[in-house]
């Protein structure tokens, strides 16, 4: 990637405001006020990686609100979440198909020599790294230990 990440979504914010696009222009300085505040918090400049952490962290909040409003009957606040969702998404790298991830968690248990469900960590270890905002968290730990029982 030529440019990175957060100076994707500073060209965007400005694309936004030049549109006019109230909703985006939102979403994005929502995205940049997570970063900023981590690198705030931390006193760090944040790289692509760590900034898709934090948009991959904001996909789990928007996936959780929009749960939840949809259990309690409030479509239109899930709607809301799912706009932001939508937009938060672009950023966000192409996830990985079934095969890919079957691939990296092959490598990452040959690369590590695990046998058990002991080396869990060790796996989860590799691959998070390399799937970090392309793949589900949970699903993949599901997979691993799939693979390693």
Do not use: C
């Not at 909040?61 to 929009?66: F, L, T």
């Not at 590590?112 to 699903?139: E, F, H």
């Amino acid at each position: 990637m030529a440019e990175n990440l957060k100076q994707r979504l500073q060209d965007e914010m400005k694309a936004a405001m030049r549109s006019k696009d109230k909703e985006r222009l939102t979403t994005v300085r929502l995205i940049l006020a997570a970063i900023k505040q981590r690198e705030v918090d931390e006193r760090i400049e944040l790289d692509d990686a760590e900034v898709l952490a934090v948009l991959d962290k904001m996909v789990k909040q928007r996936n959780d609100s929009i749960t939840q409003y949809r259990d309690a009957g409030r479509n239109e606040l899930a709607a809301k979440e799912e706009a932001e969702l939508s937009v938060i998404q672009e950023f966000m790298p192409a996830p990985l198909s079934e095969a890919e991830l079957d691939a990296l968690i092959d490598q990452a248990i040959a690369d590590t020599g695990a046998a058990s469900m002991k080396d869990m960590g060790k796996v989860m270890g590799v691959l998070k790294p390399k799937v970090q905002g392309r793949a589900d968290m949970g699903a993949l730990s599901a997979k691993v230990k799939a693979k390693l029982s």
